[in-house]
């Protein structure tokens, strides 16, 4: 690829999913505090945040390829972000247990020499299984889900409270791979493989 990517994100889940997919590429996460509303539309959302967080990096190159990218869960018309104490995970991991959720990520790509933009995102069904209140504290209690949309993490031990995925695996994880080939592929003219 003669492009040069730019990962606008801390997380080193979407860091490992993109190295395992063959792509090379720079990290410099955004500084930058998300927005998260307690209702409305989960892919507008993620969207507008990765394209915030995406945008804040552009502004400091000239070149390259930015990619932006934000992961929140919807159940029963609420948006879900990550727990910000134990408290907060308890209490998320409550309101999933038993339900089938969707998980959704935003991407963004900014070419700052342009100023061209492109969006995409990808929705992700998942069935919990009922989870006890010992289950959710052990859980909360292994450090497990801090810093996770949801409150857990399906590729860590999280998969055991998980029934069903209908949909992208490394979308749940944090970063759909087949959708960012393919964004990538239509913005670029080039294959999207890394």
Not at 47 to 76: C, E, F, M, P
Not at 120 to 144: C, H, K, L, P, W
Not at 165 to 174: A, L, T, W
């Amino acid at each position: 690829m003669a492009y040069k990517l730019i990962l606008a994100s801390a997380s080193p889940r979407r860091r490992k999913l993109l190295e395992d997919a063959g792509f090379t590429f720079t990290v410099q996460p955004a500084n930058i505090e998300e927005q998260l509303p307690e209702s409305g539309d989960p892919e507008k959302t993620a969207i507008a945040n990765s394209l915030v967080k995406a945008r804040w990096v552009a502004r400091q190159h000239d070149s390259g390829l930015v990619v932006g990218a934000d992961t929140v869960v919807s159940y029963d018309s609420r948006i879900i972000g990550k727990p910000v104490d134990e408290k907060d995970a308890i209490s998320i991991l409550q309101a999933l247990s038993g339900t089938r959720h969707k998980v959704v990520t935003g991407i963004a790509i900014i070419e700052p020499s342009t100023g061209r933009e492109v969006t995409a995102a990808e929705t992700t069904g998942i069935v919990m299984r009922q989870m006890s209140d010992e289950e959710i504290r052990a859980y909360v209690d292994s450090g497990e889900a801090t810093g996770k949309a949801g409150a857990y993490a399906i590729q860590e031990t999280g998969d055991r409270f998980v029934e069903k995925i209908e949909g992208s695996f490394s979308n749940v994880v944090g970063f759909p791979i087949d959708l960012f080939r393919k964004l990538l592929a239509d913005f670029t003219g080039e294959p999207g493989d890394g």
